[in-house]
């Protein structure tokens, strides 16, 4: 007997298992007082509801290896679509709508879509752009079709939920998601079955998630997770590609009227969230026990007003690291974070990303440019030195979809298996912890040597009046300028010339005490430092280059 291992089939054994808990919950406006309302699916009901999508997309020739951009906001429909296509076996490919113009047409053209599953202001630019996705026959449009062709989503919903779906293995393509492009174009990582149920198994084990709890999303695609354990998701009332501009009011509303008992969400979500707790002297709900944050190091102001805003001393913010290409690979508390590490991060050690989660190996090698072909080529590096991040895991993806020479600079073979270059820098300590010192392609080489982007940024964070600062290099490796960037609190900006001169003393008065700083002999002010869509704290330093040419 073959055993499908297509991701969709844990939600039907969820439903099968608690058929009647709130899988899903979406706000859906206020009421005439200004309280939220919501909508909600229970698992059974998003089980049938995503059947019924299923079997409506294989009545139109949609099945295995079908390509289908998914492009909905967070909602009922896009998460019954997500598993309504794994369902058919076609391929789910996703794109951040925040990535800009030009990447986004870049990503879609690469892909070569069947067809788009999407709202129709993107459907009217796939038709304006249609010789640029000729392939494009299988369209869905979810909410109003005018005149381009194909079904809505409502007119899937009245197919049948008898739906019998393809058998498919775990190397079987399930998705296509593209990187948030903050070091360099975005490329698509290829997400097998397997490497799903990998991702869930190695989370619900290594958290201790107990089926029965309510998860706060602020990444849409965590309800993948969530109903793979059992977990309702809660989806915030929020634009998902701005979480730095999330309302912490809303967030608190939604932890409170469903009773969550985790939170997921980007490090911007929680800076606002901790602010607010510790300006309006708010605890948290008690049976909020867990926050995940990931995405980018979490300062340590952020973990100190989460901690102190949890509602119980067990209760922590865990940071796990990973990529888009493996996700999970480490993780760390904020109470280990605050007790044992901060003040060493403060001082230039870098960011402290915790152990290994089981059956994820790291090593640190030896920095190269250019492919590494096998692990034996690779050079490890002892305890404490500053090398290139590499790991194995279940859950690791195998390639970049249609990007061979991308995908041979990031993988290295190992027998049957093989490491994934993180593109990271970072050291191990000698109890097995990892320490994140910034991008391999954020190194700023100077003539005296290698700069590394987390170490330095974090002397300059020390001042009080520091939002956060981004290193960057100025002019030809190996003589570059090194150059930091300042980005203030709010209402810190130094708007005259007498206190930019005397910020600027004081930064410098902070790096010549470090000998990791003291070469740093330029500052300069920035309002707001360009950041990743996706995240919001991903600081994109390509885009500061210029721009600091131009003002020195």
Same mark, same amino acid.
């Given at each position: ?80 679509? #997500? ?47 249609? +010789? ?28 049948? %939920? ?74 915030? %009332? ?18 409170? %009227? ?60 865990? #940071? ?22 901060? +003040?060493?991060?403060? *001082? ?36 404490f030195e500053i090398g290139e991040v590499i790991v194995r895991a279940p859950s690791t993806t195998r390639e970049y979809?249609? +990007?061979?020479?991308?995908? *041979? ?20 300590? %000698? ?102 869509? +996706? ?12 721009? *600091?040419?131009?003002?020195?």
């Amino acid at each position: 007997m073959t055993i499908s291992h297509n991701i969709a089939d844990r939600l039907s054994e969820t439903a099968k298992r608690v058929p009647d808990q709130t899988a899903v919950v979406v706000p859906n406006g206020r009421d005439g007082s200004g309280r939220a309302q919501y909508s909600q699916l229970t698992f059974k009901e998003l089980d049938e509801e995503s059947n019924r999508l299923a079997h409506g997309l294989q009545q139109m020739g949609i099945g295995p290896e079908t390509r289908l951009v998914l492009m909905v906001p967070p909602s009922l429909e896009f998460i019954a679509l #997500t598993f309504a296509i794994f369902k058919t076996g076609a391929v789910c490919v996703l794109i951040d709508p925040g990535m800009g113009r030009t990447n986004i047409f870049n990503c879609l053209e690469e892909v070569e879509p069947h067809g788009f599953v999407a709202i129709p202001i993107v459907h009217v630019v796939r038709i304006v752009n249609r +010789r640029r996705f000729r392939s494009a026959k299988l369209n869905v449009t979810v909410g109003r079709r005018w005149m381009w062709g194909g079904k809505t989503y409502a007119q899937l919903r009245q197919s049948s %939920d008898a739906f019998n779906g393809p058998e498919r293995s775990l190397n079987d393509l399930a998705a296509i998601i593209f990187t948030s492009g903050s070091t360099g174009p975005p490329k698509g990582v290829a997400y097998e079955h397997g490497m799903f149920n990998a991702q869930v198994d190695l989370l619900q084990q290594f958290y201790d998630i107990q089926p029965g709890g309510a998860d706060l999303s602020g990444f849409p695609l965590f309800a993948l997770f969530n109903s793979a354990m059992g977990v309702t998701t809660v989806i915030p %009332d929020m634009n998902p590609t701005r979480p730095a501009d999330a309302d912490p009011e809303k967030i608190l509303e939604a932890i409170r %009227d469903h009773q969550v008992t985790q939170a997921y969400g980007s490090p911007a979500i929680w800076n606002r969230v901790g602010r607010y707790c510790e300006d309006k002297s708010i605890q948290l709900p008690e049976r909020l026990t867990r926050i995940l944050s990931a995405g980018a190091p979490v300062p340590a102001h952020v973990l100190k007003r989460m901690q102190k805003a949890l509602p119980s001393p067990d209760a922590a913010i865990h #940071t796990p690291y990973g990529a888009t290409e493996s996700l999970p690979v480490a993780s760390i508390s904020s109470r280990e974070v605050l007790e044992e590490t901060a +003040r060493a991060s403060a *001082a230039g050690a870098g960011t402290c990303v915790g152990k290994a989660f089981p059956q994820v190996r790291i090593k640190v090698i030896k920095i190269v440019d250019g492919a590494i072909l096998d692990i034996d080529d690779a050079i490890e590096l002892p305890t404490f030195e500053i090398g290139e991040v590499i790991v194995r895991a279940p859950s690791t993806t195998r390639e970049y979809y249609r +990007r061979p020479e991308a995908t *041979a600079q990031a993988k290295i073979t190992d027998g049957d298996s093989f490491w994934h270059r993180m593109g990271d820098t970072g050291y191990q300590d %000698d109890e097995g912890r990892l320490w994140f010192c910034g991008r391999k392609a954020h190194i700023v080489e100077t003539s005296a040597g290698r700069m590394f982007t987390i170490l330095c940024e974090a002397i300059f964070n020390e001042h009080p009046d520091v939002f956060r600062s981004a290193l960057i290099g100025i002019g030809t490796k190996p003589q570059q300028r090194p150059v930091i960037i300042v980005e203030p609190e709010e209402e810190c900006f130094p708007e005259s010339q007498s206190t930019q001169q005397k910020f600027t003393e004081e930064l410098l008065e902070l790096a010549k005490a470090n000998p990791i700083t003291e070469s740093i002999e330029t500052i300069l002010f920035h309002r707001s430092l360009p950041v990743d869509i +996706r995240h919001n704290v991903k600081i994109f330093r390509e885009k500061l280059v210029p721009w *600091a040419e131009q003002r020195l």
